[in-house]
C-alpha cells in the first residue's frame, strides 16, 4: 500500500511538471527539488520503498541518460532534473525503463510534430548542423530554423506512468 501512495505522489509531480510544462514551456524548480524531498523522505520512512542508496543511483542514472541531450540542445535543463527526480522515487532499474518509454514518446510525439508541419527539409539540415555545435550553448550565425520546442516534461510524464502501471500490473 505505501509503495501505491508513493507512486501517486509522484504521479501527482509529473502531471503537474508536464501541465507546467505544455502551459509556459518550463519546469519549475520548485517541484523537482519538492520531489527529490519527499523521495528521500519516503525511502527514509517506508521501508517497502526502493530505499535511499536506490535512490541515490536512480537520480544519477536519470541525469546521466538525458544530459547529452541538454548538451546537445535537444532539451531543456529542467526535463534533465525531472528525470532524476523519477530516477529518485523509483531507483535504478525503473529509471532506465522509464527513460526508454519517454524516448519512444516522445520520438513519436517529435515525427508527427514534423510531419503536421511538412518540416522534413528543416529537420535535415538541424541534423546535418548538429555535430559542428554539439555543446555550444551559442547560437551559430547562420543557423538552421527550430522546428520548434516540445514540452518533454510530457513525454516522461506519459513514459514513467507507462513504466509504474506496466510494474504494478505484473506484480
Known amino acids: 500500500m505505501a509503495t501505491v501512495f508513493f507512486h501517486l505522489v509522484l504521479v501527482a509531480l509529473l502531471l503537474a511538471a508536464a501541465l507546467t510544462d505544455f502551459r509556459h514551456h518550463r519546469v519549475s524548480n520548485r517541484l523537482v527539488l519538492g520531489g527529490l524531498l519527499a523521495a528521500f523522505a519516503f525511502h527514509l ?23 547529452p541531450f541538454y548538451l546537445l540542445r535537444g532539451m531543456a535543463a529542467g526535463d534533465v ?19 526508454v518509454a519517454t524516448f519512444l514518446i516522445g520520438g513519436v510525439w517529435a515525427i508527427v510534430v514534423v510531419a503536421r508541419r511538412n518540416a522534413w527539409a528543416r529537420l535535415a539540415a538541424n541534423l546535418r548542423h548538429l555535430p559542428s ?7 551559430p550565425v547562420g543557423g538552421t530554423a527550430s522546428l520548434g520546442r516540445i514540452p518533454y516534461a510530457v513525454a516522461i510524464a506519459c513514459g514513467t506512468i507507462a513504466v509504474l502501471a506496466v510494474e504494478l500490473v505484473s506484480r
Open 45 to 67: 520512512v517506508v521501508p517497502t520503498t526502493v530505499g535511499v542508496w536506490s535512490g541515490v543511483l536512480g537520480m544519477l542514472l536519470g541525469f546521466a541518460l538525458l544530459l
Open 81 to 99: 532534473k525531472l528525470m532524476a527526480m523519477v530516477g529518485a522515487f523509483v531507483g535504478p532499474a525503473l529509471t532506465f525503463w522509464a527513460v
Open 133 to 139: 555545435h554539439a555543446g555550444d550553448m551559442r547560437m
